[in-house]
Structures are given as structure tokens and as C-alpha cells.
């Protein structure tokens, strides 16, 4: 069974920066990618990002994200990282970690991120 933690949420104030992380327990064998989400109160989950075992990543096509997050990947650490700049009120939101694989998805437990003055 693969375990994901997040960690990295916390309070912000408007404009200022915050760096999730996601580490998986171990290697996972069809590594396929791993994503970020959020769920902010009273919504649906909703994409963040992606970072896909080619190398690539992809945003969600928002101008709330693009420009903003940064998505990157240490295979050697089996950690993905969601660099957040800018960050604005209706970021407020738990964000989660998804890995998906050859076989099947896993989702960590989630980390809160609170922008407010």
C-alpha cells in the first residue's frame, strides 16, 4: 500500500508564498504522474497540477493557477512539490496529493492552505 503525506499548508497572508510537498512511502512501480488538487469549503475538488512521469507538467486552464504554481518533481526523494506565489484569498483551500499508476490511484490526506490578512 503506497502512503502519501503532504505537508507545507499553513496561514499566509495575500501575496505571499507557501511550498506544498508530497512524499510517497516508497517507489511505486507504473509510475504514471502525480497531481495536485483542492477543495475549498463548500466546493468540489477541483485540478491544480500535474507532473507526469515524461517529464511534462500541466496546469489547470485558470487564470487563478497559471502563472502562479509551479509543479515540480524529485524522483530521488519520491516527493512532488506545488510552489505557490502570489497567493490570494480564494486559494484558501486543503490541498491534496494524487498518484496515479498502473495500478490505480492514491490520495494523500490533505494539507490546508489559508490566505488571509
Known amino acids: 500500500q503506497v502512503q502519501l503525506v503532504e505537508s507545507g499548508g499553513g496561514l499566509v497572508q495575500p501575496g505571499g508564498s507557501l511550498r506544498l510537498s508530497c512524499t510517497g512511502s516508497?517507489?511505486?512501480?507504473?509510475?504514471?504522474?502525480m497531481g495536485w488538487y483542492r477543495q475549498a469549503p463548500g466546493k468540489q475538488r477541483e485540478w491544480v497540477a500535474t507532473?507526469?512521469?515524461?517529464?511534462?507538467?500541466?496546469?489547470a486552464d485558470s487564470d487563478s493557477v497559471k502563472g502562479r504554481f509551479t509543479i515540480s518533481r524529485d524522483n530521488t526523494k519520491n516527493t512532488v512539490y506545488l510552489q505557490m506565489n502570489s497567493l490570494k484569498p480564494e486559494d484558501t483551500a486543503v490541498y491534496y496529493c494524487?498518484?496515479?499508476?498502473?495500478?490505480?490511484?492514491?490520495w494523500g490526506q490533505g494539507t490546508q492552505v489559508t490566505v488571509s490578512s
Open positions: 507532473a507526469t512521469s515524461g517529464g511534462s507538467t500541466i496546469y
Open positions: 516508497r517507489n511505486r512501480s507504473g509510475f504514471i504522474a
Open positions: 494524487r498518484l496515479s499508476t498502473a495500478m490505480g490511484d492514491y
